[in-house]
């Protein structure tokens, strides 16, 4: 991390990969934060300008506001990383704000709808990353609308897209531990899990929520079941009520550092 | 981690019923239909207060901060741990004391543990308070309402108004405009004849610190 501001001058040259070196460094900047957070001991204020990953963010946004005529599905994608460093700095608005854009953009280019015909090869790959990354926004912004308490900005008509395939994948499988498994059955668990969040809200949360007790007492039952029912779907890899004996406990609280967009090679 | 979200939305889904105060004076129908839903209200009262036991259980065995870093997201676990422990703080409250079915509903809770449940959570924010703004406000709300518990005992009221104050306050401060799902509105509900008023309907919850 030391030679990161090098690193992003040398990037910086190849103008082609802008979209790649400003999710790059939004990246450094997510790991610097990481670290910075897990090692300090003292308590108080923090100056700033001594943060290694504000400095890295800074570059990021920086590349990001210069280089950002063009929508594409990269663009969406390094939005979500600026997203996901906004969120681990408490920057909860800010980051409100630029799931937002990145909605709107992946809305824009039509992530949110796919065609029906089957493709092959290149195709299927790219339609693979474009599900990946639309749900990558819904999931967060679900998510994030919990955190809030604000609404969801995507409803649940508004996309038509199959979730994550795993047949055409390749990068979510970790060879190094067979045990592990498809990676992206965390993912699309989290998926399920973020429309039963979205119903939550509507029925019980929302400003328009029902005020009568029946109702609400009635919609409590039901998404309780519901929660509970998808507890008992998920794959027992997943599963953490159960008692796993001979498996670290590592690998279940490392599922959060299984997103599609922080794993991809 | 998808422990921590199952229990934090288990937990907000009970909510609503923990402090049904507002649902019931709003209830215009047979006084049997209610009397004969209120098991159901009060287990559900118990389904929140579980939950949100089990949110800071997942906390115990931490080795240390870098575990807490590492192994969950800890700008996550702000929000879950604020809404597990505010539960956890006022659900002794909660429970209707004239209720005999509520009351049996209830008598297997070890409310010593329920307390440290919470205080878990409070050390959690303290462990994160050295880098996080948020922890920091999270740690002292949390200890604001735990200091104003004595209400319940009927010593005084202004242990709780000041703590609502100070949460308000932090809130305006902050600039943080967010709805009632995360929230710590619906304590104002609870006994809401000794509370002061909500000065407006925006949690507490996950304030965002850059302002």
Same mark, same amino acid.
């Given at each position: 991390m030391g030679d990161g501001n090098s690193i992003c001058g040398n990037l910086l040259a190849y103008i082609d990969y802008k979209t790649l070196i400003h999710s790059t460094v939004t990246i450094f900047a997510l790991g610097s934060c990481y670290e910075r957070i897990a090692e300090s001991k003292s308590e108080g204020p923090v100056n700033p300008n001594s943060l290694q990953d504000v400095r890295y963010f800074e570059h990021a946004v920086a590349i990001s506001q210069r280089h950002t005529s063009k929508h594409t599905v990269e663009h969406v994608s390094a939005l979500l990383a600026q997203s996901f460093y906004l969120l681990a700095t408490c920057q909860t608005d800010q980051c409100w704000i630029t799931l937002g854009l990145a909605a709107r953009?992946?809305?824009?280019?039509?992530?949110?709808?796919?065609?029906?015909?089957?493709? =092959?090869?290149?195709?299927?790959?790219?339609?693979?990353?474009?599900?990946?990354? $639309?749900?990558?926004?819904?999931?967060?912004?679900?998510?994030?609308?919990?955190?809030?308490?604000?609404?969801?900005?995507?409803?649940?008509? !508004?996309?038509?897209?199959?979730?994550?395939?795993?047949?055409?994948?390749?990068?979510?499988? !970790?060879?190094?531990?067979? @045990?592990?498994? $498809?990676?992206?059955?965390?993912?699309?668990?989290?998926?399920?899990?973020?429309?039963?969040?979205? =119903?939550?809200?509507?029925?019980?949360?929302?400003? @328009?929520?029902?005020? !009568?007790?029946?109702?609400?007492?009635?919609?409590?039952?039901?998404?309780?079941?519901?929660?509970?029912? $998808?507890?008992?779907?998920?794959?027992? @890899?997943?599963?953490? !009520?159960?008692?796993?004996?001979?498996?670290?406990? =590592?690998?279940?609280?490392?599922?959060?550092?299984?997103?599609?967009?922080?794993?991809?090679s | 981690m998808l422990a921590v979200k199952f229990y934090n939305l288990r937990a907000l889904i009970h909510r609503p019923l923990l402090s049904p105060a507002k649902l019931t004076s709003a209830y215009s129908g047979s006084t049997t239909w209610y009397q004969g839903e209120y098991h159901r209200i009060s287990m559900s009262k118990r389904k929140c207060v579980e939950a949100a036991q089990q949110t800071a259980k997942l906390l115990h065995k931490l080795e240390d901060k870098k575990s807490l870093v590492y192994g969950f997201p800890w700008w996550q676990m702000i929000s879950c741990l604020i809404c597990a422990s505010s539960i956890l703080f006022v659900a002794s409250r909660c429970i209707n004391l004239n209720s005999e079915s509520e009351v049996e509903i209830f008598k297997d809770i070890d409310w010593l543990a329920v307390d440290e449940d919470a205080e878990v959570c409070l050390q959690v924010f303290q462990a994160l308070s050295s880098n996080s703004n948020a922890a920091r406000l999270a740690r002292d709300m949390m200890q604001r309402l735990k200091n104003s518990r004595t209400i319940y005992y009927g010593e005084s009221t202004d242990h709780l108004s000041q703590a609502w104050r100070y949460c308000s306050e932090t809130l305006v401060r902050y600039r943080s405009h967010m709805w009632e799902v995360m929230s710590l509105t619906w304590i104002s509900r609870i006994h809401s004849d000794r509370f002061i008023q909500n000065p407006f309907c925006s949690p507490l919850e996950n304030i965002d610190l850059q302002h």
């Open positions: 953009i992946a809305q824009s280019i039509g992530l949110h709808v796919e065609e029906g015909s089957t493709s =092959r090869g290149d195709a299927t790959s790219s339609r693979e990353t474009n599900r990946r990354v $639309w749900y990558s926004v819904f999931v967060l912004d679900r998510l994030l609308a919990l955190q809030l308490g604000r609404p969801p900005l995507i409803g649940d008509d !508004d996309f038509n897209v199959e979730p994550p395939s795993r047949q055409s994948d390749v990068d979510l499988v !970790d060879s190094s531990d067979p @045990k592990q498994g $498809w990676v992206g059955d965390y993912f699309v668990a989290m998926i399920k899990f973020s429309e039963i969040i979205g =119903r939550v809200y509507y029925n019980l949360y929302a400003p @328009k929520k029902s005020g !009568d007790i029946a109702v609400t007492l009635s919609n409590i039952d039901l998404l309780d079941s519901e929660l509970l029912q $998808w507890r008992s779907s998920l794959s027992r @890899k997943l599963r953490f !009520d159960l008692s796993h004996v001979f498996e670290s406990s =590592r690998s279940f609280q490392s599922q959060v550092c299984r997103h599609p967009i922080t794993s991809r | -």
